[in-house]
């Protein structure tokens, strides 16, 4: 059997990371104010569009602090985190939701974003997505961890040292799997599964695209953050 340990300097990345992750979160207010009153489905639409826009300055804060990434090329920085903002944000939104809403709260939150104009063939993929995260019950530092790993793909578009970017993500990988060890010893695939989720974030980031076209088709806005990052308008 294996003996699994967690070095000091691998301590002091995990510290980091997880640190930068519980810092950055977006305001509680805005996500209860989709718990509040019946809005109309544009009013949804505009609640999860201000959401968003405050998710990806969380995931920008915290990507600053993935320790190397400033060091990249600078428009290898912009490519990775325009890579992986969807990724980045939908792997965050399944944690946080899952977590973060009381039960009961979460059919309430179904139905608002049911009710936002989200087309249905894109809801089935983007629920399953979050069911198949919520039953991982993973803890904050395989969370913070795997959204780092997610931002430092190497195979985003535009990268040009993917070779760097391999560099830092490498650690990370190495790190989550002693982690998913020591924390789930009864549970030998869970890093596997966990790097599993990742390919299916994959997916969403299509389904993504395709309900990016729809919304502009039905003059939805959106606001100037979202469409620097997503490459709409
Ligand atoms: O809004 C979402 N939610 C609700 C949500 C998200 C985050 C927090 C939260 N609280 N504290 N910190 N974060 C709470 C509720 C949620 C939950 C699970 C999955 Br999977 C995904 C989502 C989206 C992500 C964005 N999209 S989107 O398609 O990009 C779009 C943009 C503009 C309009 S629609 C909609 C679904």
Same mark, same amino acid.
């Given at each position: 059997? $294996? ?9 002091a ?13 977006i %305001? /509680?207010?805005?996500?209860?104010? *989709? ?31 993935i %320790?190397?990434?400033?060091? *990249? ?47 249905e063939?894109?809801?089935? %993929?983007? +629920?399953? +997505?979050?069911?198949?995260i ?21 195979d ?6 993917? /070779?760097?970017? $391999? ?20 549970k ?9 989720r ?36």
């Amino acid at each position: 059997k $294996e003996k699994v340990e967690i070095t000091k300097e691998q301590q002091a990345l995990m510290k980091v990371i997880a640190d930068a992750y519980n810092r950055h979160q977006i %305001p /509680q207010d805005v996500a209860k104010k *989709l718990l509040q009153d019946q809005y109309s489905a544009e009013e949804n639409f505009l609640l999860l569009t201000e959401m968003a826009t405050s998710q990806v300055q969380v995931l920008v804060e915290f990507t600053k602090n993935i %320790p190397g990434f400033l060091s *990249l090329n600078h428009e290898d920085q912009i490519a990775l985190l325009k890579g992986s903002a969807v990724e980045a944000m939908f792997l965050r939104s399944a944690q946080v939701f899952s977590k973060k809403m009381p039960n009961g709260h979460n059919e309430v939150l179904e139905d608002r974003i049911r009710r936002s104009g989200i087309s249905e063939e894109f809801m089935t %993929p983007m +629920f399953n +997505f979050y069911k198949s995260i919520g039953v991982l019950h993973m803890v904050q530092e395989e969370q913070a961890l795997l959204t780092a790993i997610t931002i430092l793909t190497p195979d985003r578009p535009y990268v040009k040292d993917q /070779q760097a970017v $391999e560099r830092l993500q490498e650690p990370m990988l190495d790190l989550l799997r002693k982690l998913c060890v020591l924390q789930h010893p009864q549970k030998p695939q869970y890093f596997a599964c966990l790097l599993g989720r990742l390919t299916e974030l994959r997916t969403l980031n299509y389904y993504h695209a395709e309900m990016l076209t729809s919304w502009r088709m039905n003059d939805h806005k959106f606001t100037p953050l979202l469409c620097e990052i997503w490459d709409v308008e």
